[in-house]
C-alpha cells in the first residue's frame, strides 16, 4: 500500500505560480512512477503530468507544456508539480498517482494504482 498526500493547492491570481508537492509513504517510492492528474468541476478527470521512477522520463499535457514542471525528490519520498503562469482554466483538483508498471500506458487513469486526496487549485481572472 502507498499513501500519498498533496498539498500546496490555494487561490492565485492569473499569471501568478503555485509548487504542489506530493509526499509518499508505505512503499519503496522508487518502485513507483508518478503523473499528476486534475479534475475541474463537470469535467473529467484529466492527466496534466508524468515523471518516471528516477526522473528520467516526463511528458506534459499540451495544455501546460512550457508552464508546468513535475520533479521528484527520491530522498525524500516527494513528488513536485512547479505551475507557472496559470489560467483560469487550470482551476481543479489536482490529484496524484503513483503507478509501478514501467510500461508506457501512463496516460490512463486506470493505470495508476495508488491515488492522493485532491488538493484544489483556483486561479481568479
Known amino acids: 500500500q502507498v499513501q500519498l498526500v498533496e498539498s500546496g493547492g490555494g487561490l492565485v491570481q492569473t499569471g501568478g505560480s503555485l509548487r504542489l508537492s506530493c509526499a509518499a509513504s508505505g512503499r519503496t517510492f522508487t518502485n513507483y512512477a508518478m503523473g499528476w492528474f486534475r479534475q475541474a468541476p463537470g469535467k473529467e478527470r484529466e492527466f496534466v503530468t508524468y515523471?518516471?521512477?528516477?526522473?528520467?522520463?516526463?511528458d506534459y499535457a499540451d495544455s501546460v507544456k512550457g508552464r508546468f514542471t513535475i520533479s521528484r525528490d527520491n530522498t525524500k519520498n516527494v513528488t513536485y508539480l512547479e505551475m507557472n503562469s496559470l489560467k483560469p482554466e487550470d482551476t481543479a483538483v489536482y490529484y496524484c498517482?503513483?503507478?509501478?508498471?514501467?510500461?508506457?500506458?501512463?496516460?490512463?487513469?486506470?493505470?495508476?494504482?495508488?491515488w492522493g486526496q485532491g488538493t484544489q487549485v483556483t486561479v481568479s481572472s
Open positions: 498517482a503513483a503507478r509501478q508498471s514501467p510500461d508506457s500506458k501512463y496516460l490512463a487513469i486506470s493505470a495508476y494504482d495508488y
Open positions: 515523471i518516471s521512477r528516477r526522473g528520467l522520463t516526463t
